[in-house]
T-cell receptor, first 112, second 115 residues
């Protein structure tokens, strides 16, 4: 069974601070996605990483896929209150079809 | 783009009843997946459909079943509802080329409460 462990589960920081969220697994994924979810809404895709070692930047967000395609990190620079939300990583299976496994999420709260 | 739409948005059912949830995929997407998200948890994969056939299933019992129609809309059916089935049910669509999945577009979900 593929599992994705996210850490930390909860993070409360001051505006302007930096943070990193981790997503780890013992399984290899064909791609890994990061989503952000607001209360009462479905997750919204932030980025997809495909190649081992790949780094993608989205404004103040930096995403990295591990060399072995088993883990990933999300780094936010100078967090803002608008970054508050539930951040989810999702690994897409490396076998036929693309069964997607989600982590339990990191709930981020950025205080002004 | 039309996005993914789900109906109904909220639903209350009694234990033992059956429920059908509906989803309209984003235009141009050929794959639809369903997820169950309990409060405070990440989405749990139920199953996915490609070209009207189920091609992946998570650890859910057979009373969870689904359909994908030629227009790529989809249904999730749950029989013999249990209290633990209370959750947000999310539908997601994507475009699969046979190699890499580049991400899903999610609907806003159906909040199911079983009493």
């Amino acid at each position: 069974t593929q599992l994705l462990e996210q850490s930390p589960q909860f993070l409360s920081i001051q505006e302007g601070e930096n943070l990193t969220v981790y997503c780890n697994s013992s399984s290899v994924f064909s791609s890994l996605q990061w989503y952000r979810q607001e209360p009462g809404e479905g997750p919204v895709l932030l980025v997809t990483v495909v190649t081992g070692g790949e780094v993608k930047k989205l404004k103040r967000l930096t995403f990295q896929f591990g060399d072995a395609r088993k883990d990933s990190s999300l780094h936010i620079t100078a967090a803002q209150p608008g970054d508050t939300g539930l951040y989810l990583c999702a690994g897409v299976g490396n076998t036929g079809g693309f069964k997607t496994i989600f982590g339990a999420g990191t709930r981020l709260f950025v205080k002004a | 783009e039309t996005g993914v739409t789900q109906s109904p948005t909220h639903l209350i059912k009694t234990r033992g009843q059956q429920v059908t949830l509906r989803c309209s995929s984003q235009s141009g997407h050929n794959t639809v997946s369903w997820y169950q998200q309990a409060l405070g948890q990440g989405p749990q994969f139920i199953f996915q459909y490609y070209r009207e056939e189920e091609n992946g299933r998570g650890n859910f019992p057979p009373r969870f079943s689904g359909l994908q129609f030629p227009n790529y809309s989809s249904e999730l059916n749950v029989n013999a509802l249990e209290l633990d089935d209370s959750a947000l049910y999310l539908c997601a669509s994507s475009s699969w080329t046979g190699r890499i999945n580049y991400g899903y577009t999610f609907g806003s979900g159906t909040r199911l409460t079983v009493v």
